[in-house]
């Protein structure tokens, strides 16, 4: 994918998941840092900056968030999160003190270079400011403010297309709900989810071909929402080609 | 206060001049019958000096009655035998300096006998009386000491002055029930007063005339709680001996209390917090020391299930499908434990949010993919649903669990149907499935923790947990989970029912601006 190899640096104290994903991540083409600890992590950062962290929140000095922390107090690497399940608060709080997403163990590999990937590309695209970006049938004109599916043009509201905007900007990566609202709403909208939830449905039936089977706007249960670039099945299905997708989807 | 006092001795000292009446009348009575005998004897048998005799009356006196009695009868002896046996019969008049002396030394004999005979008779009702104390409180200390909680120490102290005042015995406020069942109504408010440390006790008539004692059990602290003792119809000696063996029972338990109370207490909260922790670190553990190398185990087999070198096999690229598929499943296993050691330390908190139920369908369909992969899966989802508030991650959880089942029970290839639809005031889940069913019976138990269908025990595996989260879960979350089933053979249809909330979402169109 790259033509210079981009570096990842993987903070984890447990020496088999550093193990698997170095290889994991060098088959990809990056090369590979590791950090035991928090300390060492932040060492390692300054010295050496890479172009992507793989932060495991259970770490034998520091609080992951701490960690991550001081590291969005001066760099804006792209970061993905270890977590684990059933403690949606917690990834909440991590994505809204910067993490670019997370991954829940266990996890396969494909699904952590395809939001590591995602990460990464926002970053590139926020610094390219692309005008025009694409999502399966999905096409956004930034600049013309225009949406459409299949070429054909959609109509949205004002609100829906700020909805579809900050979900593009962060596209592959999910967002929270109260980036959203606030984003969207505003300050003062905060714990009005179930904006969202109307705001998303209406744009389901807008832009999905099945707006109970969504493809390109997906939920995060509890967490928040996900643009997705490709059918999402697909990008999971790098890491379990032998698993047949289930049917149903029309 | 002091009007209770005087009240409490008048009544003794009445019933003490009582006895004494009475036991005065008695040994002169005896006097008497002594004097007939005497008669008897001097006329029949002609026994001339019999003096002695009065001393019998005397000491029966003394014995039965006490000092005073004895006195009398001793008096009355002299005069009596100076009638009857000395010069001059039948006179009251002493003859010669002899039978004077004589006289005098019945008086004293008879004086020191009485007191003697007294004295014996008061040593053995209180060696009795102590002696029956002491077995009592020994027996009493001895549940107290073996007692295992403070409830049982209540109990102990409740049966032991039952025992004492041979009535009934109301403990309050220090056990659990801490119910004032029993007492009579006019009595409560006095019962709250001496909770509420408004005097140390109190003695009260109710409308039976029964009197009450209430007191605390430790005057110290209200802590002990606060014992209400029906004495009966008692008054004075017998009201003051009944309070005084009252106060040294309660003392003993007090002390015992404290000293036990205080190290037991202790203990058991020391004990509770240990297991508490031990219990945290054993969750920990598992959660942390068992899913750690599950994470490592499930990243290395995706890679290598997309290694070249293995792909061009493919029996050893369905082997690492294995190592993945086997690997999922112990993560499963491992979170059903966790989530079960949640539900049974009820610990399950729905973290509410507004919910799509549409999302929670395609994420636990999503997650369950793999499981689901032997069987075609339709999704009928109303695509205009109200939305409802649920905690998104626990219905998710729920619907996984109804899915395992749907396909661990359905054969290969047995097609499974989702659907989500409105239905009155709730939002229904429900899976369909065409596999094992249910016999009416295994319908009835079936959500129980660990009930299995015997039938499939030796050919499924699983834990028997997995209907039980999920109904655990969402009768958390207000709704309810339903089982259907047409018979053996013929499928089964799992539906989680979520009620819509009483709050209205608003309109879409306020919110579009």
């Known amino acids: 994918m790259n033509e210079i190899p981009s570096s990842v640096l993987v903070i984890d104290d447990e020496v088999q998941i550093r193990r698997f994903l170095r290889t994991g991540f060098e088959l990809d083409g990056f090369t590979v840092q590791e950090a035991e600890t928090g300390a060492e992590a932040l060492r390692t950062v300054t010295l050496q900056p890479s172009d992507l962290v793989i932060l495991d929140l259970n770490l034998p000095d520091m609080d992951g968030a701490d960690v991550l922390e001081r590291l969005r107090a001066w760099s804006t690497v792209p970061l993905i999160v270890l977590s684990v399940r059933a403690n949606e608060a917690e990834k909440v709080r991590l994505l809204e003190l910067g993490a670019d997403d997370y991954v829940v163990k266990p996890f396969g590999m494909a699904e952590l270079l395809a939001r590591a990937h995602s990460a990464m590309r926002r970053q590139l695209r926020a610094a390219r400011g692309e005008p025009m970006v694409k999502f399966g049938p999905l096409a956004i004109d930034f600049a013309a403010r225009a949406v459409f599916i299949n070429d054909q043009r959609v109509a949205l509201t004002p609100k829906e297309y700020r909805l579809l905007q900050v979900l593009a900007q962060h596209s592959g990566n999910v967002v929270t709900h109260q980036f959203l609202l606030r984003e969207v709403w505003g300050n003062e909208h905060l714990d009005d989810t179930h904006y969202l939830r109307i705001f998303v449905r209406k744009l389901r039936r807008k832009i999905e071909a099945d707006p109970t089977q969504p493809r390109i706007l997906l939920t995060e249960l509890g967490v928040g929402y996900r643009l997705v670039m490709s059918d999402p099945p697909a990008a999971v299905a790098i890491g379990s080609p032998d698993a047949p997708a289930a049917t149903g989807s029309a | 206060m002091l009007g209770r006092r005087l009240s409490l001795r008048l009544d003794p000292r009445l019933a003490g001049l009582w006895r004494q009446l009475r036991g005065v009348a008695i040994s002169l009575l005896l006097v008497a019958l002594t004097t007939v005998v005497a008669l008897l004897l001097r006329h029949y048998i002609g026994i001339l000096r019999g003096a002695v005799l009065y001393l019998v009356p005397v000491m029966i006196a003394g014995y039965q009655f006490g000092v005073v009695p004895a006195l009398v009868s001793a008096v009355a002896g002299v005069i009596l035998s100076g009638y009857v046996y000395f010069a001059q019969l039948y006179t009251f008049k002493v003859a010669s300096p002899q039978e004077a002396l004589n006289l005098v030394l019945y008086m004293v004999v008879a004086v020191f006998v009485s007191h003697l005979a007294n004295q014996a008779k008061r040593h053995t009702t209180i060696a009795r009386k102590r002696e029956q104390e002491m077995s009592d409180l020994y027996a009493f200390s001895r549940r107290l000491a073996a007692a ?344 089964a249809t799992v539906s989680i029912h979520l009620p819509l909330s009483g709050e209205t979402a608003p309109l879409e169109t306020t919110v579009d601006e």
């Open chain 2, 148 to 491: 295992p909680s403070a409830a049982e120490i209540f109990v102990a102290i409740q049966n032991h002055l039952a025992h004492l005042v041979q009535r009934k015995v109301l403990l309050l406020g220090a056990a659990d029930d801490g119910s004032a069942d029993g007492v009579p109504e006019q009595l409560r408010a006095e019962v709250g007063q001496v909770e509420r440390d408004e005097g140390r006790e109190r003695i009260t008539a109710d409308d039976s005339g029964n009197i009450w004692l209430i007191r605390r059990v430790s005057p110290k602290t209200p802590d002990f709680g606060v014992v209400a003792v029906d004495l009966g119809r008692v008054s004075g000696e017998a009201l003051a001996e009944m309070r005084q063996r009252i106060d040294d029972a309660l003392a003993d338990a007090a002390a015992t209390l404290e000293r036990l109370d205080v190290a037991r207490a202790l203990n058991e909260a020391k004990m509770r917090s240990e297991t508490e922790l031990l219990r945290e670190a054993l969750i920990g553990s598992v959660s942390h020391e068992l899913r750690t190398p599950l994470a490592s185990i499930l990243g290395a087999a995706t890679i290598l299930s997309n290694a070249p070198a293995l792909a061009a096999d493919e029996r050893l690229h369905a082997l690492t499908g294995v190592v993945r598929d086997e690997a999922e499943r112990l993560n499963n296993d491992i979170q059903n434990l966790l989530d079960a050691t949640t539900i049974s330390r009820q610990q399950v908190r729905p973290k509410l949010q507004w919910i799509e139920p549409v999302d929670i369908v395609n994420a636990a369909v999503e997650h369950r993919r793999r499981r689901l992969a032997g069987h075609p899966v339709t999704l009928e989802l109303d695509s205009n649903l109200p939305i409802v508030r649920a905690d998104p991650v626990q219905v998710e959880q729920a619907l996984m669990q109804i899915l395992d089942n749907a396909a661990k029970y359905s054969a290969d290839g047995a097609p499974i149907r989702v659907t989500a639809e409105p239905n009155g005031q709730s939002v229904v889940l429900s899976v369909h499935d065409c596999g094992a069913g249910l016999s009416g019976e295994e319908k009835r138990q079936v959500g129980g923790r660990f009930f299995r269908g015997p039938r499939h025990a030796a050919t499924t595996s699983g834990s028997g947990l997995g209907l039980w989260i999920a109904k655990a879960f969402i009768s958390a979350n207000g709704g309810k989970v339903e089982v259907e089933s047409e018979g053996i053979g013929r499928g």
